[in-house]
């Protein structure tokens, strides 16, 4: 039966199609976490001891509907964005006097759309996002993914916790 039981332990993150890796002990200072985005590239390194808030938020722009998870670090004027985006159809129509949406990104070379899935779009200067940190991911699996394993580890759900732990997004 124990057998069993680590066996599916084992077998279980990839049943459900978790994409989130989590490494306990990765770093020697015992108050850090991590986030590593392997697909777009780039990591943060923080102080657990330090976060305000894990919070997880969906909303629409004019172009896009956003997935997006913050992190506040307590003392730091920067604050951490993660999120997935996905372009809304030129011909969905927004709520009010708005007209049907025009995307930008029906203007963008096709040859150029697969990088714009892995890095953080931006459209200066309307999208100047002065102290934050930004990282964009792939699907909207793997932000509902990284919140949920972030959440537990802070609030003590998950043992051994946050700290020293490192999260790999794909």
Avoid: C
Wanted: proline residues 5%; glycine residues 6%.
């Amino acid at each position: 039966m124990k057998n069993l039981k680590l066996l599916l332990l084992t077998i279980l993150p990839f049943t459900l199609g978790a994409a989130v890796q989590v490494q306990n002990n990765a770093f020697p200072n015992a108050d850090l976490f991590g986030l590593r985005f392997t697909e777009a590239g780039g990591e943060f390194i923080g102080k657990a001891s330090l976060i305000g808030s894990v919070a997880l938020q969906k909303y629409v722009t004019t172009a896009f509907e956003i997935t997006e998870m913050n992190i506040d670090i307590a003392g730091s004027n920067v604050q951490l964005r993660i999120y997935y985006t996905e372009p809304m159809k030129s011909s969905t129509v927004l709520p009010g006097t708005r007209n049907a949406i025009n995307n930008p990104l029906d203007r963008i070379n096709p040859a150029y759309t697969s990088k714009i899935q892995k890095l953080v779009y931006k459209d200066y200067p309307v999208t100047t996002h002065a102290k934050t940190l930004e990282f964009k991911v792939a699907s909207k699996a793997d932000i509902v993914d990284l919140h949920a394993q972030v959440r537990n580890r802070w609030i003590g759900a998950v043992k051994p916790g946050l700290n020293r732990t490192l999260f790999t997004v794909p």
